[in-house]
C-alpha cells in the first residue's frame, strides 16, 4: 500500500525563475458570492449590489463584482501552489483591475516566479517574489498583483500532522 499526502505550497527549494503554476480549477463568481463579499466586508455600494443602479447610473449598465472578491479569489487560488507551506505573506506590493469582472463571469489564474532569495539573517528560510494574473472566461486579464512570500526551506519546515495516528486502514 502507498500512502500519498497532497502537497500544498512549495518550500524554497522549488521555486525557480520563471517557472509558472497554473492554478486549478476556476471559480464563477455568483452574484450571492459577490453580495455576500460586500456585506461582511461593508461595501454597500450600489454598484456591486442594485441592479437598477448599474443598469441606469453605471458606465458598465450592471453590476460589476466588487474588486477585493477577485483580488481574493485569484489570491486564494495561489496558495495550493505558492502560499500554502509559507510562514508569512511579506507584501503585496501592487495591485490592478485590469477589467471589471460581472456576475456570472468565472475566473482562472496564473502567477510566475519573479525572484528566489534565501534569508540573510536566518538559515531556515527565504523570500520568493511573484506576478499573478487572473483572467475571465474570454481569456481577459481582468487582475494582476506583485508579492513576497516568506517561505520554509524544506530541511526546516515544521511536520504536517493530523489529529489521529497512521493506522486508520489497518
Not at 458598465?60 to 509559507?86: I, K
Request: proline share 5%; hydrophobic share 35%; net charge negative.
Amino acid at each position: 500500500m502507498t500512502t500519498f499526502d497532497r502537497p500544498f505550497g512549495r518550500y524554497f527549494e522549488d521555486f525557480t525563475v520563471g517557472d509558472v503554476y497554473k492554478h486549478w480549477p476556476g471559480k464563477t463568481i455568483t452574484e450571492a458570492d459577490d453580495h455576500l463579499f460586500c456585506m461582511i466586508t461593508m461595501n454597500h455600494h450600489p454598484l456591486h449590489t442594485n441592479a437598477y443602479f448599474a443598469e441606469h447610473e453605471s458606465v458598465q449598465g450592471r453590476n460589476v463584482v466588487v474588486g477585493n472578491l477577485v483580488y481574493s479569489l485569484v489570491l486564494g487560488m495561489s496558495v495550493p501552489d505558492v502560499s500554502g507551506a509559507a510562514i508569512a505573506n511579506l507584501e503585496v506590493e501592487s495591485l490592478l483591475h485590469r477589467a471589471p469582472t460581472f456576475h456570472g463571469d468565472t475566473i482562472y489564474a496564473e502567477t510566475r516566479v519573479l525572484e528566489v532569495t534565501p534569508s540573510s539573517s536566518r538559515h531556515d528560510r527565504g523570500v520568493v517574489r511573484v506576478e499573478t494574473k487572473g483572467f475571465n472566461q474570454h481569456g481577459e486579464e481582468v487582475c494582476y498583483f506583485r508579492r513576497k512570500v516568506m517561505v520554509w526551506r524544506r530541511d526546516f519546515a515544521p511536520a504536517r500532522q493530523r489529529p489521529y495516528g497512521d493506522d486508520v486502514w489497518k
